[in-house]
């Protein structure tokens, strides 16, 4: 469906739309690091990587896969960099560079922001970014515009010689639409390094220079942008809406649904940075007020006012911060009520809606997300939560981003930090050493090689006692079991080097490496207390390797358990308080397995004290 | 001051064209993404306009997941308090947190099972109760033992195809019964097929 022929009208979630997007620019290279919303970009084109001859590569963290995408660009191709909002973070430090070195290739990154936070830990507005780099910031309203700008995207960024940020939220990512399919070109082109150091050697002489040439670079994208094909002026009235992104998708079905569509002069906005100046000028010629509406931070509304102080007009300006909330999602009720009040319109509020669903939140249980059925990380959460019982010790634990996460929920309340990709290290490591007693971090394996590497050769640097469980479950997990450099295979599926966390770990300079099998809760829990007293007796970092392949990727490969059999359950409920396994359900006081969930990977028998949950035989 | 609304419905829609939205509400893992695509696709098929908004990641693992689908003369994703003509469901407390969707009169289709989330010593409403709240607060409500005839056919995964299948009985969608399967057949693996379109048929009697 992605080859799919010009024409054919598809329905395609907006991160396939944008991977739809660079085969049809011709996009040679394309990497990232999952995250979502953005990871099905990498995903969808890596299946059809081989066939189209397209290079994908599923890199260790965000910075090497934009480091990966400038290079290709620095040889002459055109690339894709993709990441969710924080892994620009990670990225960031490639990424101001590339605003003063510009490109040759032509190089878009997407920065898939989530606000909201369905699934991530802040809701920065990386729009941001391409005001501090210099970069333009590219925004499409529906996945229509996301493929079609993204292609657009490729012959503005080699005619300008400038990266483009093109920057998604989680419902143009996450939002499936039609999407009519355009020419897939072809563009052959061999990878060539030319040397061109004034460009690609950021020493300060060279950078001074660059510099300027990119305050100039951006100052005519200015009015480069006024006749971009994506950025129009709409409607008629003295009362304006500029619609960044999908703002517009907002305005325009709020306008509609409150019969107004035609009636306000609408500017909208595919540009975030720069403001195109003349279209922009056009637009406050005949409007008397501003609404803007945008998703995330009021940056366009900020950009808007110190265009309006610079030209000397007084217009008033409202939008997030005012007539629109900063947090959260928009929603069209808030947009609907923002325009109306613009225009000075009455809109009834849905109050009887709104107070159903405080009425219903106090009736209705939340339901968090749990681990999985035989997920190996809730036998480690066990595990560790074990050995703090036993050597009588609540030992303060660091938490990592990724499915383990969950463990913050009960019953086990393990991760009393988490804060970014690799942090477990970094900070266990710093909070041991400034109390001078151990501390458990907890980190998965992606994760681990992503950001978990560094800290962990700082923490036997400043020698601190850390217990660091490395949480293996082969796969980038929470993202939909991307591969990573401990899997044995590549994006597009081709076998690969196995590097071990383990070895990494001694080559770091780690004494006390053990690897485990969480399923094995007996020999788990040993070893965790062993790492805990050697790092309180040596002042030395150590690493547990729990490792154990991803409940569903072995449930898919074949590798189901039998269930085990309940046989005289006295209904103690030992094992739903401290495992609170989903497939462990009650009825009439007593455990029962469900066997429609359950995996069969047998630790809730090792649980159960008194052996009334028995291995099937 | 100019009042748009003045009858009862907030979102009686002053433009020309159709605007519709559905919510898809269950528990991370039952299938709701896939029968989201399956009805957006037959929509986009039938010549629609079409916005699907989906959740990933994080929120799915077993938590509480619920998908729009907005369909005619539509732009953005996300819809606002009492939008919704209809709301499927494939689980009842899953239902009942997003009956606040649903615009008056509001059709609920909802599988009659009970999944009580995985918190130790967690306290869920009876069967009766939420029943109860859902017709307090709707206009029609029918449960269908999803659960029950998925579970009479193969693998409890197939629920989402019976309630599919109720749901074309009650022609809530612009689409007719043959649409819906032949969206079927093009969503689902094949070797699930067979299964797929007994659950569609049991689905469609239940109604």
């Keep these: 469906m992605i080859l799919g022929s010009p024409g054919e009208r598809a329905l395609l979630l907006g991160n396939e739309a944008i991977a739809r997007g660079a085969i049809e620019a011709g996009v040679h290279v394309a990497a990232g690091y999952p995250g979502t919303p953005s990871t099905e970009i990498i995903d969808t084109l890596a299946k059809v990587a081989d066939r189209i001859g397209m290079i994908v590569d599923w890199c260790v963290n965000e910075k090497v896969a934009l480091e990966t995408a400038y290079a290709a660009s620095m040889c002459g191709l055109r690339a894709l960099a993709t990441m969710k909002h924080v892994g620009l973070n990670v990225a960031a430090d490639v990424f101001m560079s590339i605003g003063y070195s510009g490109v040759r290739g032509g190089l878009v990154v997407v920065s898939a922001d989530d606000p909201g936070c369905h699934s991530s830990q802040n809701e920065q507005d990386n729009r941001y970014y391409s005001l501090m780099s210099y970069i333009p910031c590219f925004e499409p309203y529906c996945p229509q515009e996301a493929k079609d700008l993204l292609t657009t995207a490729y012959d503005f960024s080699e005619k300008y010689e400038t990266a483009v940020l093109f920057r998604a939220t989680t419902r143009i990512c996450h939002t499936r639409g039609d999407v009519v399919l355009g020419e897939i070109r072809r563009i052959e082109r061999k990878a060539e390094f030319t040397y061109n150091p004034s460009r690609w050697v950021l020493l300060p002489v060279n950078s001074r220079k660059l510099r300027v040439k990119m305050l100039e670079r951006i100052t005519k994208l200015e009015d480069v942008l006024s006749s971009f094909e994506f950025n129009r002026l709409e409607g008629e009235g003295k009362v304006g809406i500029i619609a960044s992104g999908i703002g517009y998708a907002y305005t325009r079905d709020a306008l509609k649904a409150l019969g107004l569509w035609g009636k306000v002069r609408v500017l909208k906005l595919a540009s975030s940075n720069p403001l195109p100046a003349k279209l922009f000028r056009k637009f406050i010629e005949s409007v008397e007020k501003i609404l803007v509406v945008e998703e995330g931070d009021p940056f366009v509304l900020r950009r808007v006012k110190e265009k309006l102080f610079d030209l000397g007009v007084q217009i008033p300006v409202h939008g997030k911060g005012d007539y629109l909330p900063v947090a959260g999602e928009l929603d069209l009720f808030s947009v609907m009520r923002a325009v109306a009040r613009l225009v000075g319109v009455e809109v009834k509020e849905p109050s009887e809606s709104i107070s159903l669903e405080e009425k219903l939140s106090g009736k209705i249980p939340t339901r968090p997300p749990t681990m999985c059925p035989g997920c190996p990380h809730r036998a480690t959460f066990y595990a560790i939560k074990q050995a703090m019982k036993e050597l009588g010790e609540r030992i303060p634990c660091t938490g990592d981003i990724g499915c383990y996460t969950l463990g913050f929920n009960p019953p086990f309340q393990l991760q009393d930090t988490s804060t970014c990709m690799g942090a477990s290290i970094g900070e266990g490591a710093a909070i041991a050493r400034f109390t001078g007693k151990p501390v458990v971090a907890t980190i998965g394996d992606s994760t681990f090689y992503h950001a978990g590497v560094p800290g962990l050769i700082n923490a036997v640097y400043i020698q601190a006692p850390l217990v660091a469980v490395v949480m293996d479950n082969g796969v980038t997990a929470m993202t939909g079991h991307q591969p990573h450099p401990g899997t044995g295979m590549t994006a597009t599926g081709k076998r690969s080097k196995v590097i071990k966390i383990e070895d990494i770990s001694r080559a770091c300079g780690v004494e006390f490496v053990r690897v485990v099998d969480p399923y094995n809760l007996k020999e788990t829990i040993q070893v965790i207390k062993d790492a805990l007293e050697y790092a309180k007796r040596e002042r030395k970092p150590a690493v547990v390797v729990a490792r154990r392949l991803c409940a569903l990727v072995a449930a898919r490969k074949g590798l189901r358990g039998k269930p085990p059999v309940v046989e005289d359950c006295r209904g103690c409920m030992v094992c739903v308080n401290t495992f609170a396994c989903p497939a462990l359900i009650v009825e009439d006081g007593k455990v029962k397995i469900d066997e429609g969930l359950c995996f069969g990977c047998n630790v809730c028998t090792q649980i159960c004290p008194f052996g009334a949950i028995r291995v099937r035989k | ?207």
């Design chain 2, 1 to 207: 001051m100019q009042c748009l609304h003045t009858n009862m419905s907030v979102w009686s829609y002053k433009g020309e064209k159709m605007m519709e939205t559905i919510v898809i509400s269950g528990v991370g893992g039952q299938g709701i993404l896939t029968m989201a695509k399956i009805i957006g696709y037959a929509l986009v098929k039938k010549g629609l306009r079409v916005r699907v908004a989906e959740v990933h990641g994080m929120a799915q693992r077993g938590g509480s997941v619920v998908t729009y689908i907005r369909y005619g003369d539509v732009d953005c994703p996300r819809p606002s308090h009492g939008m919704a003509k209809a709301l499927i469901s494939l689980e009842l407390l899953e239902c009942t947190r997003y009956l606040y969707l649903l615009k008056r009169g509001g059709i609920v289709i909802s599988n009659d099972w009970i999944y009580p989330p995985n918190v130790p010593g967690v306290s869920v409403p009876s069967k009766e109760e939420i029943v109860k709240l859902i017709e307090e607060n709707t206009g029609k409500l029918y449960l269908i033992p999803a659960n029950k005839i998925a579970d009479s056919l193969g693998p409890r995964l197939i629920a989402n195809t019976v309630i599919l299948g109720s749901v074309a009985k009650l022609g809530i969608l612009p689409l007719s019964k043959e649409e819906l399967l032949e969206s079927l057949k093009k969503n689902i693996k094949h070797k699930y097929l067979e299964v797929n379109f007994r659950a569609f048929d049991e689905g469609y009697k239940a109604v």
